[in-house]
């Protein structure tokens, strides 16, 4: 369906989609733009809509009142609490209730749920009003040089279903909404102008009213009234009304200044003049940004076209020429300006983001994060402001909202600490892209868009720094898309493949849930599919899911394997094939209890150590995903650097004395609003529940979660809870392996077994290994000291025999000397090498050996040898033979290869004797 055939469906009757009693008793008049055709009304008569108006009120505000961003707020929410809204709290910017979404990007997303690609609403209260952060990245490029693009603004939601009690339809919206222009900000009716427009989302469709003042668009009431397409619609049975206002722009028109930044960034815009000492040409600026802001004409349209950037230097140039000034002067005295409006912005986002739980990374929504953190990195850099630390610009933000968001206090310390670890990272990366930069242009190979993703993914190297660095020439247009596509590929393959043949059948009754400890039971036959898969009308079995390895056991007596779960139905997979099953039999199915018993704890201590994690670690760890077996399990979570050992202790204390507690286990279901309202979005750490009901798994005081696993009754029944491993798997991704019970003493025995059989080589008992081990140690190092001390002594004497073994060439000039021997070390060679070619000038000395997975090459050429051939050269040319590379000065190389190529050392050492004959004669 189009935009453009819904255009005129409802333009076609505007008494119907449009038109509210309040346009009559006012006065406002259907007119249309005699530029776009777009349809409006207003009481003054004007020739075009509000598209194609400059910003009147930048210098010349047309409200009666003075509101700065936390006062129109406290105003706005004043307003609406007369007008009988509820005002809720904001949601997390960071979106776990939707798979499809890294962040809320308005504030309806907050009550939308999608179920079988649908979307539901889910409201905690009706009507209500939130005042929502929202994250968008898709113009980040404007944000701080446009004075009106943010990378995350305050959306104030008015949201009400019309048919639940306390909704309302179209007519008493927009009455509440124009009070809230007129008498909240002041604004005169002559003021406003309603634009008609329509909106469609998943299925769903409606119109919708913008309302502009003086060509600023301060809100959009859309009314979602339809389901289905244009040809074939009904009326929804919940008609929901999402009116959307930026408090940027509601607070701006009512101050007026040059950009939106100074009204919303409270007391930080200033701060940060004033610590910048940028003071400059305050006429310049007010007069620069106003233009800038506001809407030049048709530059309106290409500033907000996606291209970005050029068409702002576009605008710039125009306004220079305005000015009359050059376009450099003019860019000398706004860049601070352009600079302390991008990073107030960043920060703020950064400061929601992180308080919410996410981390700055390479993967996912974190990308953006990061983008943004290095962005500002750079440019207090380039501004060379060094004494300028986010950190510090965090708190005045902090300072400033908390009026308005409370909950930012309590995790100032954690998003600075986030910010220090995150600048230092840049610092290190940076070095590491500028290299990899480098090395490309002097490459000079045009890379595709896969090394770009593959460079993107594995090092960290964005294409905004290549660009940047000039290593290539422009970004490709696709690259985002086709990283996301790359992402959206590995998630379709892990999903399930459907299985033919389940249609039809009822849902299984999951006698799992019903009673967890009960493993043996009879069902009927209902299905029987290729001879190996059946379908019963209940089982015991728990399926494959949520990171939880199957049941297995016996149906009779036939083994069953796999166990998984396609919509309802529960699909049971047989070891063999069989023709002794059939639709109707009453089987009698039997569980591995103890497989099961395992798995089970092993789930429940995913729980216990997950918010181990959080407690210890800071509220950005998260579950990133989870692997629960029978022998151990596996925990992913988001953190941002690899654990020290203090950090694995602690947490494995936590874990632990949560065990000797003993708290109870309870599982509750409640439906998914209840689940939310009661335990906020942390239930979600598996992802999005697509579920009306939610099944709430509570270790009392420790650990709130959604999940459909199977969990012990109380936490005691772990007995002890070991971490044997934690990795950072990748960035921002910490990994933790882990044993439970039974499987932690399997593990611990298993360690003394092996400390056992230590001791007894050590000739000591398994308490007093440590001590012998330093001890010996000692002898060790002693018995080191005395070789070298030798071999300083022996080393001339050895140096002239290698002078009279060595293999004169052809040409008489040089003597090779080679030695392949595994039992001498880097220590002899370098010792006896140096002294033999201090001995004979003309020597070359070549010494080969292996060590573990490596093979090592020591090269030494004496002061006349060096002169024919250089030592760098033999090293190198010896250790590409042998797999691997080498290099050098003329007197001293060295190299090495890899283990694989022992067998052709012997061949290496002749070719490249060869070549040394070569290289003298000539
Ligand atoms: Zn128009
Ligand atoms: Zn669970």
């Known amino acids: 369906m189009g935009k453009k055939e819904l255009t005129s469906l409802f333009s076609s009757d505007p008494d119907r989609y449009y038109k509210v009693p309040l346009f009559d008793k006012v006065g406002f008049n259907r007119q249309a733009c005699t530029r776009c055709g777009k349809f409006f009304w207003s009481i003054v008569n004007k020739e075009s809509c509000p598209d194609h108006e400059s910003y009147g009120f930048i210098n010349d505000p047309p409200t009666s009142k003075r509101l700065d961003y936390v006062h129109a707020w406290k105003e706005i929410e004043a307003y609406f609490r007369s007008k009988n809204h509820a005002i809720i709290s904001r949601y997390p910017v960071v979106c776990r209730w939707r798979d499809d979404l890294y962040f809320t990007i308005a504030s309806i997303v907050n009550f939308q749920r999608v179920m079988g690609g649908k979307v539901v609403f889910e409201l905690p209260a009706n009507p209500l009003v939130v005042p929502q952060m929202c994250l968008r990245?898709?113009?980040?490029?404007?944000?701080?040089?446009?004075?009106r693009h943010y990378s995350s603004f305050c959306m104030v939601g008015q949201t009400c279903n019309a048919d639940l009690p306390g909704g309302y339809w179209k007519d008493k919206c927009v009455d509440i909404d124009y009070e809230m222009l007129t008498k909240v900000l002041g604004i005169r009716p002559e003021e406003i102008t309603f634009v008609e427009d329509v909106w469609m989302g998943a299925g769903a469709f409606g119109n919708s009213l913008e309302y502009f003042v003086r060509g600023l668009e301060l809100g959009n009431a859309v009314f979602t009234e339809f389901e289905g397409d244009e040809n074939n619609f009904h009326i929804m049975k919940n008609k929901i009304i999402d009116m959307g206002a930026g408090l940027e722009r509601l607070s701006w028109i009512t101050m007026g200044t040059p950009t939106s930044y100074e009204c919303s960034f409270g007391t930080v815009i200033e701060a940060l003049t004033n610590m910048t000492g940028t003071f400059n040409h305050p006429e310049v600026i007010g007069k620069y940004f106003e233009i800038m802001s506001g809407k030049i004409g048709e530059d309106y349209v290409m500033l907000n076209s996606s291209s970005g950037m050029r068409n702002i230097n576009t605008v710039r140039s125009l306004i220079a020429k305005n000015m009359g000034m050059s376009e450099d002067v003019l860019a000398r005295i706004i860049s601070p300006y352009e600079a302390i409006y991008t990073v107030a912005d960043h920060t703020r986002t950064l400061l929601f983001a992180i308080a919410d739980g996410s981390l700055p990374s390479n993967v996912g929504g974190g990308y953006n994060l990061r983008i943004i953190l290095r962005r500002s990195l750079s440019l207090l850099e380039r501004m060379g402001w060094n004494d300028v630390k986010l950190g510090t610009i965090t708190d005045l933000h902090i300072d400033y909202l908390r009026q308005m968001y409370p909950e930012l206090e309590e995790h100032r310390d954690d998003i600075k600490t986030i910010l220090e670890i995150e600048s230092e990272r840049y610092v290190g990366s940076r070095e590491r892209m500028s290299a990899l930069a480098t090395y490309i242009s002097g490459a000079r190979k045009k890379l595709t868009i896969d090394d770009l993703i593959k460079m993107y993914e594995s090092?960290?190297?964005?294409?905004?720094?290549?660009?940047?660095?000039?290593?290539?020439?422009?970004?490709?247009?696709?690259?985002?898309?086709?990283?996301?596509?790359?992402?959206?590929?590995?998630?379709?393959?892990?999903?399930q493949k459907p299985i033919l043949g389940l249609e039809g059948l009822p849902a299984t009754r999951l006698l799992y849930y019903e009673d967890e400890t009960n493993h043996e039971f009879e069902a009927t036959v209902l299905k029987v599919i290729d001879n190996k898969f059946v379908v019963l009308d209940q089982t015991a079995f728990y399926p494959r899911g949520g990171g939880q390895e199957p049941d297995k056991g016996k149906l009779n007596s036939l083994e069953v394997v796999e166990v998984s779960k396609h919509g309802d139905v529960v699909l049971h997979e047989l070891r063999n094939t069989t023709n002794n099953l059939n639709e109707g039999n009453i089987i009698n199915g039997k569980v591995d209890a103890q497989r099961r018993n395992s798995i089970t704890k092993h789930h429940t201590s995913t729980h216990i150590l997950n918010s181990a994690a959080r407690n210890n670690l800071g509220p950005w760890v998260w579950q990133n995903s989870a692997y629960k077996d029978e022998d151990y399990g596996r925990l992913d979570i988001t953190h941002h650097s690899a654990l020290t050992k203090e950090e694995i202790e602690r947490i494995e204390k936590s874990a632990n004395e949560i065990i000797t507690q003993n708290l109870p286990v309870s599982i509750n279901v409640y439906s998914r609003g209840e689940a939310e309202q009661k335990y906020t979005f942390r239930i979600y750490q598996g992802g999005a529940a697509p579920s009306n009901n939610i099944r709430i798994v509570n270790i009392e005081g420790w650990d709130i979660e959604a999940c459909g696993g199977t969990h012990v009754r109380r936490t005691g029944e772990l007995g002890l809870v070991k971490i044997t491993k934690s990795e950072r798997i990748q960035d921002g991704v910490v990994r933790l392996e882990f044993v439970a019970a039974k499987s932690a003493l399997n593990y611990l025995q298993g360690l003394e077994n092996s400390l056992n059989t230590i001791a007894q080589s050590l000739g000591t008992s398994k308490e007093k290994v440590v001590e012998s081990i330093l001890k010996r140690n000692e002898v060790t190092d002693l018995s080191k000291k005395k070789i070298k001390a030798i071999l300083r002594k022996v080393s001339p004497l050895i140096a002239k025999s290698v002078s009279l073994e060595a293999k004169i060439t052809p040409g008489g000039n040089t003597k090779i000397y080679s030695i392949y021997d595994d039992q001498l070390d880097d220590e002899y060679h370098i010792s006896v090498g140096e002294k033999a070619v201090e001995h004979d000038k003309s020597l070359i000395y070549i010494a080969v050996f292996?060590?573990?997975?490596?093979?090592?090459?020591?090269?030494?050429?004496?002061?006349?040898?060096?002169?024919?051939?250089?030592?760098?050269?033999?090293?190198?040319?010896?250790?590409?033979?042998?797999?691997?590379?080498?290099?050098?000065?003329?007197?001293?190389?060295?190299?090495?290869?890899?283990?694989?190529?022992?067998?052709?050392?012997?061949?290496?050492?002749?070719?490249?004797?060869?070549?040394?004959?070569?290289?003298?004669?000539?």
């Open 137 to 147: 990245f898709n113009d980040v490029e404007n944000v701080g040089l446009s004075g």
């Open 459 to 495: 090092d960290g190297v964005t294409p905004e720094y290549l660009l940047e660095s000039g290593a290539i020439q422009s970004i490709p247009p696709n690259f985002y898309t086709k990283l996301a596509e790359l992402h959206s590929e590995q998630a379709a393959r892990q999903s």
């Open 850 to 922: 292996t060590r573990g997975e490596g093979i090592s090459v020591i090269v030494f050429a004496g002061d006349n040898a060096s002169k024919l051939i250089k030592a760098g050269t033999v090293a190198k040319e010896i250790s590409i033979r042998l797999g691997g590379s080498g290099g050098g000065s003329e007197r001293f190389g060295q190299g090495g290869g890899s283990i694989k190529y022992k067998e052709k050392i012997n061949d290496a050492l002749l070719s490249v004797e060869e070549l040394v004959v070569r290289h003298c004669k000539e």
